[in-house]
């Protein structure tokens, strides 16, 4: 059979539907697409992919109430926020500017800052004066009851020939407990030291190795 040189030769039969029956559509770019496959395909990979969890909404404010805006928020290396209002709190550092306005209003246990019950000390701190109060109430009740006479004072600071148990310096002698009564220390003779009016109040209500 003899074929013409200027025929075109017949390819393969242009293809109008998918290999699931659907129909083809053409695309700008020229390919026919299935866009029913297609929307089947994205569905499936969108529930392959993990979902991200949702955390809880983000912070405005600190655990003391101070808002996290751009005065008051510190970043640190590994992406933290922290409040510049609470750290310069715990460095003794006061708050300038903007900051100082909030400074807080209650005690920790909930008492106001008002005139009445605020005790500036000479650092600049405050403190409530109800809580001094209960603190020495409950002082004066373990010192009531407790087993500590005068002639075992008089003896200790005789035995200790007047110098205080911590700088050795000879002075008037004061009570201190050595295990703090706020951390369930006694008064009794077994917890109580001579120490000068100085190292009585620097030890505070610290543990005497950690003085």
């Not at 005065?71 to 609470?86: H, L, V």
């Not at 005139?115 to 403190?127: F, H, I, L, M, P």
């Not at 200790?160 to 009564?181: A, F, K, N, S, W």
């Not at 009016?197 to 030890?203: G, Q, Y």
Request: net charge positive; glycine share 10%.
């Amino acid at each position: 059979m003899h074929y013409n040189s200027t025929h075109k030769s017949l390819g393969r039969p242009r293809q109008t539907r998918c290999l699931r029956g659907h129909a083809l559509e053409q695309v700008a770019s020229g390919r026919q697409v299935c866009k029913v496959c297609r929307i089947e395909q994205q569905r499936e990979r969108r529930h392959r992919q993990p979902r991200k969890k949702l955390g809880p909404p983000r912070r405005t404010y600190c655990k003391r109430g101070h808002p996290f805006d751009e005065t008051n928020t510190r970043r640190e290396p590994s992406g933290k926020r922290t409040c510049w209002a609470c750290k310069w709190a715990r460095d003794g550092v006061r708050t300038p500017g903007k900051i100082g306005r909030y400074r807080q209003t209650h005690c920790k246990r909930g008492h106001p800052f008002d005139e009445g019950n605020t005790v500036v000390c000479r650092d600049g701190r405050r403190r409530c004066r109800t809580c001094q109060c209960l603190r020495a109430q409950g002082r004066h009740a373990l010192e009531r009851d407790g087993t500590l006479t005068i002639a075992q004072w008089e003896a200790m600071k005789e035995w200790q020939g007047g110098r205080c148990y911590y700088c050795d310096v000879v002075c008037e002698l004061t009570m201190d407990h050595v295990t703090p009564i706020s951390r369930g220390g006694t008064h009794t003779a077994g917890n109580i030291v001579g120490a000068c009016l100085s190292c009585n109040s620097k030890k505070g209500d610290r543990q005497w190795l950690l003085f």
